[in-house]
């Protein structure tokens, strides 16, 4: 049985002009070819992408064969079709160091403000075409899991509404949804910026438009536990109903309403508008 030949990997160069490229620059063969594992091997003889030399090259770390260790590489992108799908599957994959200038983190913010800022950044992604003047418009209400203590420690501590004070005089803390939700009124719109930090409302696209939170309009902040009814049919007289029953069969069904206790959730309602670049925004 004839086995697949052994990997094509080859030893760093001490030449120079390797690593200078150009326009004009062509790479060699022996840095591009697609590497071919040895039988019974790893598929992926790459351990680390450990840097980002340009758009087209990285820098890999390869796995030992054999006892044998090779030195760090220069690969072509464009010649490893399976390294650069694994790049694009991974751009936001925190464990990618070799991506880490392409990221931005969001590390220095509690978990759960972090969640909800990746999910107010999912909303700002408004496609429809922008107006000359103000641009298109529309309320949408971002809805996460959000625990209890997380809500007071954050909003009803981090903000200086009056209903803010009111709500921690609260025990137990009921549901603050509608009437009860908290609404940051423009004034208030900087003490919300210090929680969710700088551009948490802005979304920028590779086009001169960009879709923003309407700082003008009320942001509004509820939280508690959503109410969801259950209707259980298994003793409903209507649904168990046959022929050989003595009465008639009932109009309506009578079921047994009950309700689905689910987590805490956070619900942050927000004006957005896909606009023109304006200068001076971040």
């Known amino acids: 049985m004839a086995t697949r030949p052994k990997s094509l990997r080859v030893k760093r160069s001490n030449r120079r002009s390797d690593f200078e490229y150009d326009n004009l620059w062509s790479p060699p063969n022996t840095r591009v070819r ?4 040895q039988e019974e091997s790893d598929e992926w003889p790459i351990l680390e992408v450990t840097r980002k030399v340009d758009e087209n090259h990285v820098e890999v770390k390869w796995a030992p064969t054999k006892g044998r260790r090779f030195p760090n590489s ?3 992108l464009r010649y490893n079709a399976p390294l650069r799908k694994r790049l694009q599957r991974n ?5 990618m160091k070799a991506l880490h200038g392409d990221q931005m983190m969001l590390s220095h913010l509690p978990r759960d403000l972090r969640i909800l800022q990746q999910h107010i950044y999912d909303n700002l992604g408004y496609h429809r075409t922008a107006s000359r003047q103000l641009g298109h ?12 203590q997380s809500f007071v420690g954050h909003f009803l501590q981090g903000l200086s509404l009056p ?13 603050c949804f509608r009437e009860r939700a908290l ?4 004034e208030y719109m900087t003490e919300l910026d210090n929680l969710l930090g700088d551009g948490w409302d802005v979304r920028t696209f590779d086009t001169n438009t960009v879709c923003r939170v309407i700082r003008q309009d009320n942001i509004s902040i509820g939280w508690g536990y959503h109410k969801r009814k259950f209707y259980s049919h298994r003793n409903c007289p ?5 022929d050989q029953s003595a009465s008639a069969r009932p109009v309506k069904c009578s079921p047994e309403m009950k309700y689905i206790v689910g987590e805490p959730e956070l619900h942050f309602t927000f004006t957005r508008r896909r606009g023109h670049w304006m200068a001076g925004m971040a």
């Open 91 to 95: 751009g936001s994959n925190p464990h």
């Open 137 to 148: 418009q529309r309320r949408v209400t971002v809805v996460i899991p959000f625990p209890k």
């Open 34 to 37: 697609k590497q071919t594992p």
């Open 238 to 242: 209507r649904c168990n109903w046959t």
């Open 74 to 76: 220069i690969v072509d």
């Open 183 to 186: 609404k940051v009124t423009p």
């Open 163 to 175: 209903l803010c004070q009111e709500l921690l005089e609260e025990k137990p803390l009921e549901n």
